[in-house]
């Protein structure tokens, strides 16, 4: 069976593969299209299998909100070197996958893996893209806020990605980008001091009582000076009591009373490349 032109182009479309691929592939399926598709789509389980050791450390972080602003998803899509993170093409994929998650809502990463993109799943589709780009390819992260408004910010080059929740609608869009900002820049692990698991307060703790004890401070003082150092530790790493980036003299608490006295962050989303 021959095969034209068109074929070829019809084939690296549906497949993303270079035209020399599509054209292989189409000679070898005597030009059969279907079987030709196939064998774009095995020679991606096969390059997958081979390089399932390899680590793909580089890739593009992206977040979006729905039109609403009610829902927002960030989703990592890995892969082994920046050149193949910087193609458009490789961007695009991950915003499709990330538009999927908007509209489905899937309740974590091996539900969205699992969604039917184009009639199969994603996870067959991040498969074959490891087999058209030869590099190891993986979705590995997928997060997700529902709020009364959800804002996403996403840092220039596609390496870090905020989503944070706010308890009311109708926020000012500048204080909402502010916060998602604030985030990003400084990496916070809670929204506030009671949503840190109490074995990880513990822990800090724990840390603080043996640097004193090693600085040679008494035993008897140890719990006090290691609860001063705690309160410290909460002003560096729980959201609302960080010191707001773009006026140090404010807390981003008092940045959010500041413009409207309830409004509050329900929850944050937080993914940086080699954090």
């Not at 977040?63 to 993170?85: I, R």
Request: include cysteine; charge should be negative.
């Amino acid at each position: 069976m021959s095969f034209t032109t068109a074929d070829v182009v019809k084939l690296r479309k549906v497949t993303g593969a270079g035209m020399m691929d599509c054209k292989n592939a189409l000679a070898e399926a005597d030009g059969n299209f279907d079987r030709a598709l196939e064998i774009i789509r095995e020679r991606g389980k096969l390059v997958a299998s081979k390089r399932a050791d390899r680590e793909a450390t580089e890739g593009a972080v992206l977040a979006k909100v729905t039109d609403d602003k009610k829902f927002g998803a960030l989703v990592v899509l890995n892969c082994e070197t920046d050149f193949v993170a910087k193609n458009e093409n490789f961007v695009a994929f991950t915003s499709k996958i990330l538009n999927l998650a908007l509209q489905q809502k899937p309740a974590n990463l091996e539900e969205l893996k699992s969604l039917q993109l184009d009639g199969r799943t994603v996870e067959s589709h991040v498969t074959e893209q490891t087999g058209v780009i030869g590099e190891k390819i993986d979705l590995s992260y997928y997060g997700k806020i529902e709020a009364e408004t959800v804002v996403g910010y996403i840092h220039p080059g596609n390496k870090l990605a905020t989503l944070v929740g706010f308890n009311k609608s109708g926020v000012d869009e500048q204080v909402t980008k502010d916060i998602a900002m604030q985030v990003a820049a400084m990496s916070p692990v809670s929204v506030d001091t009671d949503t840190i698991p109490q074995n990880v307060i513990e822990k800090e703790l724990e840390i603080a009582r043996e640097k004193f004890r090693q600085e040679g401070k008494p035993e008897a003082m140890l719990d006090k000076i290691a609860q001063g150092a705690l309160q410290k530790w909460y002003k560096e790493v729980t959201l609302v009591n960080q010191a707001f980036i773009k006026d140090g003299k404010m807390t981003v608490k008092d940045y959010l009373e500041q413009n409207d006295k309830d409004l509050k962050v329900t929850a944050f989303e937080r993914f940086g490349l080699g954090d």
